[in-house]
């Protein structure tokens, strides 16, 4: 019943920003976890960024410093600010999101991915 929204995804130079939005719809009690993730091409998923319900932010030591990842809880949305691009940060990004729907249930979705190029 929850689907997610990316956007913000698209071709930027070396040393660019570029910024993420991810939007969640449907039957949402409230938001716990929300992260980004990214995958490059022939590559494993990685886990980007991380921000817990109260705000807590985890980053992967490659975007430390570069990349902010923050939430509007009003909004249900989770966005990635990212900045100082390099051409090794090209992958898809995937929002994922964990949900309490119900009482205590929770479930996790996905995004449906949008694509990020650095590149001259």
């Known amino acids: 019943q929850v689907q997610l929204v990316e956007s913000g995804g698209g071709l930027v130079q070396p040393g660019g920003s570029l910024n993420l939005s991810c939007a969640a719809t449907?039957?949402?009690?409230?938001?716990?976890?929300m992260r980004w993730y990214r995958q490059a091409s022939g590559k494993q998923r990685e886990l980007v960024a991380a921000?817990?319900?109260?705000?807590?932010?985890n980053y992967a030591d490659s975007v430390k410093g570069r990349f902010t990842i923050s939430r509007d809880n009003a909004k249900y949305t989770v966005s990635l600010q990212m900045m100082s691009l390099k051409p090794e940060d090209t992958a898809v990004y995937y929002c994922?999101?964990?949900?309490?729907?119900?009482?205590?249930?929770?479930?996790?979705?996905w995004g449906q991915g949008t694509q990020v190029t650095v590149s001259s």
């Open positions: 449907g039957s949402i009690f409230s938001i716990n976890s």
């Open positions: 921000i817990t319900s109260g705000g807590t932010t």
């Open positions: 994922y999101v964990i949900v309490n729907s119900r009482g205590n249930v929770f479930y996790a979705y």
